[in-house]
């Protein structure tokens, strides 16, 4: 009973030493204090900081007798040696040691080994537990603490024997049960600390990443609502946007559907929200109620937390108008035949299948196609023929109206669809653009178009319906198109003999020569007069030749003389358009 009696006075001693470290330890974890980033000047203030409080340890020691104490002091400073580096704690030390050499006595060499391996081994046991197993850190921080005491205990050796026996055997409970026990609470608090500063540390730079990252766009509105609509955070760009189309300034916290004001807007994006709020992420493209010009896609994915509750929504918005207005013009032209602006074949294609319908009974297709286009593009170039394309697209556009789908599919072809329209009515339509079309001269040639009409009354076989359509037109076409043939080569003949009469005189003075010659071989008359055609018509490609270079009066150049070379060609094209010129 007065063994444990002689042991109260230790314990009452160091349990106050024990309450003065984790002051220490509380004091720390109350801070923000970051040894890592700390400059000098911080650091030697900790030392200093560390070594009055350990002085104050040393002020409330268990006496064994004058001049021989014990505290916990090197606990404090084995963890500060542990977590703060050498400049912080050999500063912490010089003021323990100060203190311990001016209160002398036989335990001053015992006191100053116990601060010196204190430190030390604090300082090397980074090093030191790479040679361990691994453990957790509450049993790492236990080792730590117990041969740090073992290490502390032999330093009592340096007592005055036979005192240091005495001190040990009254010291071994404390400090090989109870310090190892306080060094490792007090490392754990330091170390958690730590982990607090390096994850509050993570933290503010994602923070301030992630603000950095959605302020850099300036295209795309960035903003993060909770479940009750209002801000937990939002870029510039979006504030600078409400501020200019709402002229509000937003703010965290605030509810982001009542600065909207627009009704049919809120309950729009009010309802994308709540989507999101539900777990369900989407992307919206809507166009802007208060502005029809502006498109905007959104996209709305929920927040959620550790739980994998949702807890808010962020939202992406992104002006989209220029994109639209793209869009519009590829799709306008992906449907356009860019010549003569009618709608193309792959339109015609779509229109037709959507056309087959039983409601849009009964379904007229009209197939036109124009008379002479080979010819007048070889004959006058293809601006003409350019020319001759458009000047029937624009009549087609006046007849038909733009109620019914006109489409250019070809060359020269075009195709009319007209939805719940008759056959009879079809035909009246025909009439009037085959009287507006021929009233166009084009380079002295009228101009010409064969059609050919098809009617659906009461089943969809749309194939039959192009087929019906496409034989009415050549059956047209026919007798259409020989005298219109023709009619074409004599304007062609006349318009170059027009132009230029000494071609005119060229030609008759070579029928006359073929005459001559014809009638020297004995050559029978129909055969004359074969000749005599053909000398009228052999300078007929001479109709593509620039006047200039036909009137030169001086000798032509290499290239001229090219272009005057190829009017042979040129005549070839002209006259085998017709069958009745296959001879010639």
């Not at 005119?504 to 008359?525: D, P, Q, T, W, Y």
């Not at 030749?545 to 002209?574: S, T, V």
Request: with cysteine; charged share 25%.
């Amino acid at each position: 009973m007065d063994g444990i009696r002689d042991l109260i006075p230790v314990f009452y001693a160091l349990l106050n030493n024990a309450v003065l470290l984790f002051g220490l330890g509380f004091m720390y974890a109350a801070t923000n204090y970051d040894q890592n980033q700390s400059r000098y000047r911080r650091k030697v203030i900790l030392g200093i900081v560390v070594g009055l409080i350990t002085v104050l340890i040393m002020l409330n020691p268990w006496t064994f007798e004058e001049g021989v104490f014990f505290d916990t002091r090197s606990v404090i400073i084995a963890v500060t040696g542990l977590f703060f580096g050498p400049l912080t704690t050999g500063v912490a030390i010089v003021i323990p040691l100060i203190y311990r050499l001016y209160l002398g006595g036989p335990g001053i060499y015992s006191g100053v080994l116990t601060i010196l391996v204190s430190a030390g081994f604090g300082l090397s046991w980074s090093r030191i537990k790479h040679f361990l197993p691994k453990k957790s850190c509450f049993i790492e921080y236990y080792f730590f603490g117990l041969i740090l005491h073992v290490l502390v205990m032999m330093c009592f050796l340096t007592i005055p024997w036979p005192t240091a026996f005495t001190v040990i055997q009254s010291t071994f409970i404390p400090y090989l049960g109870l310090f190892p026990l306080v060094t490792m609470l007090l490392a754990k608090i330091v170390d958690n600390q730590k982990d607090r500063m390096v994850s509050h540390q993570k933290i503010t730079a994602q923070q301030i990443l992630l603000q950095a990252s959605i302020d850099s766009t300036k295209a795309m509105e960035v903003f993060a609502l909770d479940r009750n609509y209002c801000y937990l955070s939002y870029n510039e760009y979006h504030r600078l946007s409400m501020q200019e189309y709402y002229q509000v300034d937003i703010e965290k916290g605030k509810n982001f559907l009542e600065y909207i004001e627009n009704e049919k807007m809120q309950i729009r994006l009010k309802s994308y929200i709540d989507q999101a709020l539900e777990g369900i992420s989407a992307t919206h493209t809507a166009q802007i109620e208060t502005n029809i010009e502006k498109f905007v896609e959104e996209h709305f994915s929920p927040i959620t937390d550790d739980q994998h509750k949702v807890v808010g929504v962020t939202i992406f918005s992104q002006d989209i108008s220029e994109r639209k207005k793209y869009e519009a013009s590829i799709l306008y032209l992906s449907y356009r035949d860019p010549l003569t602006n009618l709608f193309n074949r792959r339109y015609y294609n779509e229109e037709l299948i959507r056309f087959s319908q039983d409601k849009y009974a009964p379904l007229t297709l009209i197939n036109a196609d124009i008379n002479g286009l080979k010819i007048m593009n070889d004959a006058f170039g293809h601006d003409a023929g350019d020319l001759l394309l458009c000047t029937v697209a624009d009549e087609l556009i006046r007849v038909f109206k733009n109620e019914h789908r006109v489409a250019r599919i070809g060359g020269d072809e075009f195709i009319v669809l007209m939805p719940n329209t008759p056959h009879d009515k079809a035909l009246s339509y025909v009439e009037q653009a085959k009287e507006r079309i021929e009233k166009h001269v084009i380079h002295g040639m009228t101009v010409s178009v064969s059609f050919g009409v098809a009617t659906l009354d009461d089943h969809r076989d749309i194939k039959e319906l192009m087929r019906r359509a496409e034989d009415d037109m050549y059956s047209h076409k026919l007798f259409e198109v020989s005298s219109h043939r023709n009619e074409t080569i004599k304007t062609i003949l006349h318009t170059l003999h027009e132009k230029n009469p000494r071609e005119e005189k060229h030609s008759a003075r070579v029928s006359h020569i073929c005459n001559k010659i014809g009638s020297a071989l004995n050559m029978k008359s129909d055969q004359i007069k074969l000749l005599q055609a053909i000398s009228n018509l052999h300078d007929i490609g001479k109709i593509a030749i620039d006047d200039a270079i036909l009137n030169k009066p001086g000798k032509l150049d290499d290239k001229e003389w090219e272009m005057i070379k190829k009017h042979p060609e040129i005549g070839y094209r002209i006259l085998s358009s017709s069958p009745e010129y296959s001879e010639i």
